[in-house]
């Protein structure tokens, strides 16, 4: 019985702090091209792909319940062209939202 040939690992590249995709490297950093950002090396310094692109306008505000009703508001962190077919995404937020979509103004429990 000759013994299994085991597989190799496939070492992915980091996420994307927004959205969670794969990045991109490039030898000197990583690059998500859906969101429009660039992170050095050690994923520090993240910083526009397009700079003169700015930032995409939408927001997203969460309400919170109870006595008073606090809200919170995120702004998409991708860069303002990015394609419509992709939902808005905030790091702090574990989804995305689309423009007019359900969700947008959602209680949170
Ligand atoms: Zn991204
Ligand atoms: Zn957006």
Redesign the pocket.
């Known amino acids: 019985m000759s013994e299994a040939t085991l597989p190799a690992l496939a070492i992915s590249n980091p996420l994307c702090a927004v959205c969670l995709e794969e990045t991109d490297g490039d030898g000197y950093g990583w690059d998500c091209y859906d969101c429009g950002i660039h992170w050095d090396e050690d994923g520090s310094d993240a910083e526009w792909l397009y700079p003169d692109d700015g930032q ?3 927001t997203y505000t969460r309400k919170r319940g109870g006595l008073s009703v606090e809200t919170e508001t995120f702004r ?3 860069m ?1 062209s ?1 394609d419509v077919a ?4 905030h790091s702090d937020l574990l989804f995305g939202w689309k ?1 007019g979509g359900p969700g947008v103004s959602k209680v949170a429990a």
């Open positions: 995409c306008p939408s998409c962190m991708r303002a990015h992709l939902t808005h995404e423009t």
